[in-house]
Nanobody
Framework: QLQLVESGGGLVQPGGSLRLSCAAPGFTLDEYAIGWFRQAPGKEREGVSC????????SYADSVQGRFTISRDNANNKVYLQMNSLKTEDTAIYYCAAKYGNDVLPLCVVNEYDYWGQGTQVTVSA
């Protein structure tokens, strides 16, 4: 069973940056599309950004377009989410998720992804 581990969360001031990482110790991610999702208190989990197996296709939520960048390093089995110009409304638990399949970018929605990490907290506050 694929297990995902997120890291890189923390407390940052508005306008700051963080880089989240997603890894799968003992597994290779090069057969999985990967998505980053987030869930704020009292809200539903939502898709933030997703990337295809090769990295050739990506998608972003409107709320993060132009500020966040998803990337992957298949040689090192890592997927990253670079978050710049962070806003207080970006505060949430961030999860990475994986979907096994071909090199077609899945919809960046919760029910498309099969494997989930435990999440990492991102808090944007002055």
């Amino acid at each position: 069973q694929l297990q995902l581990v997120e890291s890189g969360g923390g407390l940052v001031q508005p306008g700051g940056s963080l880089r989240l990482s997603c890894a799968a110790p003992g597994f290779t991610l090069d057969e999985y599309a990967i998505g980053w999702f987030r869930q704020a208190p009292g809200k539903e989990r939502e898709g933030v950004s997703c990337i295809s197996i090769s990295g050739g296709s990506t998608s972003y939520a409107d709320s993060v377009q132009g500020r966040f960048t998803i990337s992957r390093d298949n040689a090192n089995n890592k997927v990253y989410l670079q978050m710049n110009s962070l806003k207080t409304e970006d505060t949430a638990i961030y999860y990475c998720a994986a979907k096994y399949g071909n090199d077609v970018l899945p919809l960046c929605v919760v029910n498309e992804y099969d494997y989930w990490g435990q999440g990492t907290q991102v808090t944007v506050s002055a």
